[in-house]
């Protein structure tokens, strides 16, 4: 979890960034200014989550972990120390908090940044299109694969309903000798994390961040300006209808739209724009919100 991965993947970046692992170096230099800051929030925000779960439930699962490791090594006795002390660990967090649940234990964000326009989307679908009536199915399936640009937030959480009584049954068989029986019960238990992911499309974190720009501008100087701005902040929520990730909050989007539409012809009139630019923030911060919980979709 300390490696940060940088692949290229046809005409798109793909960045694998383990968001609660601790590192001082940027990983990112290659992507757009604003996707860097996007993951770079995230992470700030991921590393948040971790400092707030319960640490008692984490330092139980690192010694299931170690357990594992010295029943591989042949060291039962040692093994049996680490499965009791995670079982005190586990029994802790549930005595503070009998009601715990899925409990976050680990995460990740994958980053697929496309860097592209509407017009060329449209031109790249035509193609697959043509190719899938050619009958070219595994071309059309290459270029089906750029056509991604999302930031992926996945979350591990441990299972306190069932995690804490298995670590328990495996103890048992341990110290009964049941060496076999230990094994497969923890080989069972570590498989039953369970992750849940959600897919933010980065069209729609550029569109935030151009609005955000556009806001802090001045009016009557930076018109045209500003309205470059606005205009890109509608070409990204278009990227991110054509590739297809509109289809769960449609009408979000539209509204997104509609309200940046309305942005434009009062930066073009006289009328204040700051109550638009507050509406549009809290639209952005909402939608957001929805799209990065993971399981919600």
Known sequence: MNKIILTILFSSLLITIPVWAKSDKSSTET??????????????????????????????????????KLLKEGKDTEALTA???????????????????????????SLFDLVTTPDVIEHQIKS????LDDGKIQTARELLSTLRDEMEISTVYLPMGTYPDSIKLATKYLVDKKREQAIAILDTTIGSLVTKSASVPLGLVRAKSLIEQASKLDKEKDKEKILNLAKSAREQLEVANLLGYTQQRL????????????????????????????????SF???LKKESTPGKK
């Open 31 to 68: 992507t757009s200014p604003t996707t860097q800051e996007a993951v770079k929030q995230e992470k700030e925000k991921q590393d948040d989550l971790l400092e707030k779960v319960n640490k008692d439930v984490v330092e139980g699962m690192d010694n299931v972990i170690k357990a594992i």
């Open 83 to 109: 499965l009791q002390n995670a079982t005190g660990k586990f029994d802790l967090a549930l005595a503070a908090d009998p009601e715990l649940a899925l409990v976050p234990v680990d995460g990740y964000v």
């Open 128 to 131: 697959v299109r043509a190719l």
């Open 251 to 282: 009408d979000s989007y539209i509204d997104l739209k509609k309200q940046i539409v309305n942005l434009e012809k009062e930066i073009k009139g006289k009328n204040v724009v700051e109550k638009l630019y507050e509406e549009l923030a809290d």
């Open 285 to 287: 911060a909402e939608l």
